[in-house]
């Protein structure tokens, strides 16, 4: 990362070291042995968080290049996501007294602020994966004309060539839509009067949850603004809870924002910068992650992907060689020319696999992520005497959806 993404570090680490530090120092200055013990008891809780986030990235960051980004990889980062979001939700519960005392009421709110956004970017997530569905449907009926068949005939090709061209198409589109993206993030800006209307038809023709003009680029800004490290007098009023606190907004932030990276989204964009001083011991895997996420955009043929998910790649790729290969074809086949296409048949079955095997059980962890999003936020607002808070308009919307069996 740039070095000017690190200035003010130190005054950071001093943020981080005297989160460490402040229940010692305030053990000193207590005189029961009872309260000493309950701060020793809140001190481990708080540093226990610190260390199972770091050691969670860690082993996501330890993965081969090769890995990264696939349904496996984002299923476990889902499944550490969830953990994080529990183990902080108990951290809530068991020091309720502090939530609706300033400045910890401050950081909640917009800590919860934050994680309404994130709903939206869950929903389009899930529109997403419909849009990878889309594809594997088309590569299922290539499969069907030409695997586990005694002998290839014209018939057959013409049959997979008409799904090649119908995925290639859909492809196309998103590839269009990115690059137009693409253009327009440049100056983070948006101009919705000049958006091109057949870059969009596939959005619609979905259904896409999240509104036309919707922004996975902006939400995921938003979702950033503003998050700075706690100041020192904010650790001390709230017991090291703000540290906590700002901890989950990161692992938010970068949740979501890897998910937009990874899956087809409206709009995507990863112009989001990560400002984490290295003294935070969760910080190291976190800017690791996000700096080969980045490579792995900037590389020529990733550019305008519709999302850096492996399975995608693997997707172009297969479709790109059987295309090839059935606009090459004569009949009737050589023995040579069917031994091709069996063996491109075979490398689109195993993309095929991995795609039916891991995309059913990543939406149900998005889902999953969507409900403990909306129960945390519910509880955190009840704990703080918000009993009546006013309903937002994504949790409507997650009614709406549920009974349309959508998330």
């Not at 919860?112 to 994130?118: E, I, L």
């Not at 995507?268 to 690791?288: C, D, E, M, N």
Request: proline share 2%; with cysteine.
């Amino acid at each position: 990362m740039p070095a000017t993404e690190y200035q003010g570090s130190a005054a950071a680490a001093a943020f981080t070291n005297l989160g460490r530090s402040f229940f010692s120092i305030h053990r000193e200055q207590v005189h029961s042995m009872d309260t000493a013990h309950e701060a020793t008891s809140q001190e481990q809780e708080l540093e226990s968080f610190q260390r199972q986030v770091a050691q969670r990235f860690h082993d996501l960051s330890s993965v081969d290049s090769n890995d990264l980004l696939s349904l496996s990889w984002i299923s476990k980062l889902l499944d550490a996501f969830i953990c994080c979001q529990e183990e902080f939700r108990a951290i809530l519960f068991n020091n309720r007294a502090y939530l609706n005392r300033p400045p910890m009421d401050r950081l909640l709110s917009e800590f919860f602020d934050r994680s309404v956004k994130a709903l939206d970017v869950c929903n389009a997530i899930r529109d997403g994966i419909e849009q990878i569905r889309q594809w594997q449907k088309q590569l299922e009926i290539v499969l069907c004309a030409l695997d586990n068949q005694r002998s290839l005939g014209e018939g057959q090709f013409r049959r997979a060539k008409k799904a090649l061209i119908d995925l290639a198409i859909g492809m196309l589109d998103e590839r269009e839509s990115n690059a137009a993206v693409a253009h327009r993030n440049r100056s983070f800006g948006r101009n919705n009067a000049q958006r091109d209307h057949r870059s969009l038809r596939h959005f619609r023709s979905l259904s896409w949850s999240v509104s036309r003009n919707w922004s996975a680029a902006r939400q995921l800004q938003a979702i950033g603004n503003s998050l700075a490290a706690p100041r020192p007098n904010d650790i001390m009023a709230t017991n090291g809870l703000a540290v906590a606190v700002f901890t989950m907004n990161y692992v938010f932030l970068f949740v979501m924002w890897a998910l937009v990276a990874a899956i087809p989204c409206q709009d995507r964009g990863l112009q989001t910068h990560f400002y984490i001083a290295k003294q935070f011991v969760w910080a190291g895997p976190i800017l690791s992650l996000h700096e080969r996420i980045l490579e792995e955009s900037k590389k020529r043929d990733r550019r305008t992907a519709p999302g850096l998910l492996k399975e995608i790649r693997e997707i172009e790729k297969c479709a790109r060689h059987m295309n090839e290969l059935t606009d090459t074809v004569h009949f009737p086949l050589t023995e040579e020319k069917e031994g091709d296409a069996r063996q491109r048949v075979q490398e689109l079955a195993l993309v095929y696999g991995a795609i039916k095997e891991g995309l059913d059980p990543v939406e149900r962890q998005v889902r999953e992520v969507f409900h403990r999003i909306v129960r945390s936020r519910t509880e955190g607002l009840d704990s703080m005497g918000r009993a009546n808070h006013e309903v937002c308009g994504e949790e409507l919307d997650f009614v709406a959806a549920s009974e349309e069996g959508l998330i």
